[in-house]
């Protein structure tokens, strides 16, 4: 089950005029369950003519002759705000193909910085105001109107979470006439084929718009005025699903401060900018930020959120980690203003060397002391490794034997309990760095549902290896330099997967398997790794010696015989919905509903499209009475139908929808 929509979730601010509940509920599922959604009808709260005004000062700045740009940099700034062209920045370790102007809200000198980290705060650079009048009044009136609205949009996921305003309103300038240190940026990504037009630039790829990152800030909204997909968010599968811009909508995604501050009930996820390959993009992101002097502390949460926070982490790919950890005695401020020295290298060069120099001897000497730091000495390292390699053993021992059954389907999510015999604390993140660590033990993919499996086609024509002690030693040794340059992340680094055809080229496999069997006949070729280990006595003889190919034809055809009728469909259709309306009905605070009342937030709370109907709504809603009759009761009064409900816990019914999953498809 993956459980999940291809898309983010869509959040409409007109449906609050009349159900207030329902955005608040469609809000918290999107902050808890994705960290990004589509924001759609805000016009009463901000006009939409502001930012087509700043859509086409974006264009025309951009259209500047680049010394115009030049003028502006960000290197004649030490508040590290103004232009930086192409080839100024890295992310993951690779350039980021966008140039882009940085802008505070709080655009003026101070009058003294009695702390570093207040340099954050200065005045902007603006072009030429001959060549663009209206450019900087644009710009205030934007950050002016974001201001007043991110206000608003706070309070919004403050209350979708329940948390009072006495607890945030520390955090925030929240009186008219006060305003919030907020930044913005105005982005333009070259297309693929313009930047292969740059004599100048030599590089192999062009495909990385910006590096797969989390954001630092409080929330982001992204105003994104071209219609070309590039923009890709992580899910909590692991998987990158597309954000295609929306006319007039504006994507929001969390940043790492609220995740910290409600303890990762909201989540921050991972995002990356793709290069299109013809069109060049414009993106204008609004970073909302808390009081710089803040120290931050996490929240009091009703219990329920956290509960739900903890069922969502239960089936999560990526590791938990904070990336971000803010100190507890310093303002955050401080560490924001040292990632700017960090990453902008010839403004600080400038402007703070002794700062720079600083860093970078700290640095220095944290990754001389631990790499000196011999194995042994370093026993949160070793464990590390030693784990691992152990989880390596298992899963490779099991992947030997399960490549000799027909029937298996190969998932990784398959092996998860089975290697959880020798490991009871495996998790899905843990077999995801088995492939991280060593791309080319297999190839791994994703199927059409989402699951990450075992790509046999292309696992096949890797080099095969028959010893598995020299495989294990070998892993050993790549985890150990894996663990060591990645002591920081605990997060594993997003894979590269790609998608496997669903249909199988029948010919070609047929052609493929005939000359290899002439081969083996002929040249008597030595038979792969797996049916060279000793079989359990009760897999069929014909089995060890089929190919991988013939293993496939096989699972193929299984497949197409596995016709289902409409009705077993129709079920099989609701059955995907039952565990996304058991969320909801799980943050409802009442246990009776209207079967309307109670349709309509379901059709509101799922995404465009896992969009459901209210007549489906109704059915998944009549389903979850058939699958839980001790839990849920569907009560036929005279002019409502209502669902009642006892008290449940949501992992025991994932559970129990997990093991008649699992009694079906058997
Ligand atoms: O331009 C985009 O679509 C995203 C930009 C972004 O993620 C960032 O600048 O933090
Ligand atoms: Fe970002």
Known sequence: MSGHAETIPTVDLSVLQYDRDSVLTTLRHALVDYGFFYLINYEDHLSHDIIEALADQTERFFNL???D????????????LGYNGLEKEITAGKIDWRE?????STDTELAEYDNLYENLVGPNQYPDAKKLPYFQKTIKYFLDGMDTFSVFLMKLIFESLSVNQHQYSKYFNINQGESNFNKMKLIRYPSEKELKSHSTLK???FSQGCGPHKDSDFLTYLFS??????????NLQGKWLSVDPIPKSIIINVGQTLEYLTSGVCLSS????????TTSRISIPFFQNVKIESVLQPLKLDDGLLKLRDERDLDRKQSVAFQFKPSLDEPIAVSVFKNRIKSHR??????WPKQLALIDEEERKAKESLESTPREKNPELLAKVLRLTKIFKTFHSTLVMELMRVSVDLTLRYFIPKVKLSHPTVSYSDLLKLFTIWPDFIVISINFDGDVVIDLEKTDRLPKINDMDYMNGQFEKRCEAWVNSNKYADDIPPLQLHLVKPEVDFQKLDKEMESRIKERKNKNTTIPASSKISKPSNTKKENSTMSILERIRMKEKARKENYQSPTAKRDQFLDSKLLQVLNILFTLSKRSQSISRLSEIIKNSLSSTSAISMEDAEAVIKRLCVKFPDIFVFVNGKSLKVLKWNEFQLSTLKKR???TDEATTK
């Open 65 to 67: 002759p680049q010394e």
């Open 346 to 351: 010839d403004v600080s060069g400038k402007w």
């Open 203 to 205: 590089e192999s790829t």
């Open 657 to 659: 929808l997990d093991e």
């Open 100 to 104: 882009q102007i940085d802008f505070c």
């Open 69 to 80: 740009k030049d003028k502006i940099q960000m290197v004649n700034s030490k508040h590290f």
């Open 270 to 277: 991972i995002h990356r900018v793709k290069t299109s390959s």
């Open 225 to 234: 005025p071209t219609e070309v997909t590039s923009l890709q968010v992580q």
